[in-house]
Each structure stands twice: as C-alpha cells, then as structure tokens.
C-alpha cells in the first residue's frame, strides 16, 4: 500500500465549478499538509501548507484535514481556465534527522471555458 | 530572487554517458533535494542536503551522487546514464527538511 494515494483523473469541470481534489494517507505519524499545483511542464508550486485538523483558506482554496479518517481535500470555488494544471498533495512526518516527505502521483484537472 | 534554478532544461545522452544537473537557490535555504518524476509515479526524493558538507540518500539514490560545497548550489551527476534514468528532474529547497519545499522548473532528460 503506498503512503499517499490520490486519485490521478483527469477530471474536467466547467468554468466557475466547484472543484474538489482528494488525498488518503495510511500513516498517522504525518504532521505536515501540502497542496502543490504543476502546470505542464514546469515545477510544483506550493498552494497551500497547513498541520492541523480542519480548514485553511486563502483567496479562492479551501484546504480540508481529517486526521481522524486520514483524509485530506483541496477545494477550488469558482475554478477558471487558469486553474488547469496537475495537483499534487503532499505530507510530512518527523524522523529523527527531520521530516520525510511523502507526494501523492496528482490530480490532472482542466477547467472548460 | 530567483529562488531554485536549474539547468539544462533538456538534456539527450547515450547510455554510458556521465553528466551533471546543475541546482542553485538564492534563498539561504539550508535544506535542498533532488526528485524525479515520472508518469503514475509521483515524484521520488533520490538525495538531500541539510547543509554545506552534509547529504544523504533517499528513496531511489543508485546511479546518482551529490556533493554540497556551498549553501547555494547543489549538483547531481549521472554517473553512467542508463535508460530507466530518462525522467523529469526537479530540484527543491527549504528552510529546514521540516518545512515546505520550492521546486525548481525541473530538467527533462532522455537516455537513449
């Protein structure tokens, strides 16, 4: 079983959908929550960045934690054509010499005109 | 800042052949790694550093080696290319190994 699992797509809405994006870990050491966006052929940015249970927003994202179900979601109000790109979520836990990260293999997602 | 920077953006070698990735941060991070990417893999940390001096394995290392002399630079060389090492290389950067990592635009490398 992988550490990170996250549903590759392609998933394809309409301009000004609602878009929900979805990661499941198994190890409940992780501490450390990221969303990163990659559009083709350039590097991962980072989105969002957050360590606990619940919300986190800013602008138009809407980062979701549940500890408890080893969940986490990426929401996206009012998606726009420029919102299309790959979606990777990411999580860290602490080793003795510092924290490992773990990717997810990201979300495809294109939003239609 | 120019924050992460990478070069080449593209790179063919022959199998056999040796090269190395260039990787350079402006951002006085002390933590830097090296990831490949690959379709329905994920990205995959091969060697870190988490400081001048220091570096250490991860997940897939073999057939790769780092050496960190600075805090801003931080090279991969391919010690003989083979095919299964045609990917996408990215390189990042944090303050510490504990926190959020900045990807650079990433080199694209086929072995043929």
């Known amino acids: 079983q992988k550490e990170v699992e996250q549903d590759p797509g392609p998933l394809s809405v309409p301009e000004g959908a609602i878009v929900s994006l979805n990661c499941t870990y198994s190890?409940?050491?992780?501490?450390?929550f990221m969303w990163y966006r990659q559009y083709s052929r350039k590097g991962p940015e980072l989105l969002m960045y957050?360590?606990?249970?619940g919300n986190k927003e800013d602008g138009r994202f809407t980062a979701q934690v549940d500890k408890s179900s080893k969940y986490i979601s990426l929401f996206i109000r009012d998606s726009q054509p420029s919102d299309s790109a790959t979606y990777l979520c990411?999580?860290?836990?602490?080793?003795?010499?510092?924290?490992?990260?773990?990717f997810g293999t990201g979300t495809s997602l294109t939003v239609i005109p | 800042n120019a924050g992460v920077t990478q070069t080449p953006k593209f790179q063919v070698l022959k199998t056999g052949q040796s090269m190395t990735l260039q990787c350079a941060q402006d951002?006085?991070?002390?933590?830097m790694s090296w990831y490949r990417q690959d379709p329905g893999m994920g990205l995959r940390l091969i060697h870190y550093?988490?400081?001048?001096?220091?570096?250490d394995q991860g997940e897939v290392p073999n057939g790769y080696n780092v050496s960190r002399s600075t805090t801003e630079d931080f090279p991969l060389r391919l010690l003989s290319a083979a095919p299964s090492q045609t990917s996408v290389y990215f390189c990042?950067?944090?303050?510490?190994?504990?926190?959020?990592?900045?990807f650079g635009p990433g080199t694209r490398l086929t072995v043929t």
């Open positions: 990042a950067s944090s303050y510490s190994k504990g926190s959020e990592q900045y």
């Open positions: 190890n409940s050491a992780f501490q450390y």
């Open positions: 957050t360590y606990s249970s």
């Open positions: 990411a999580m860290s836990v602490r080793l003795d010499t510092g924290n490992q990260f773990y």
């Open positions: 951002m006085n991070h002390e933590y």
């Open positions: 550093s988490v400081g001048a001096g220091i570096t």
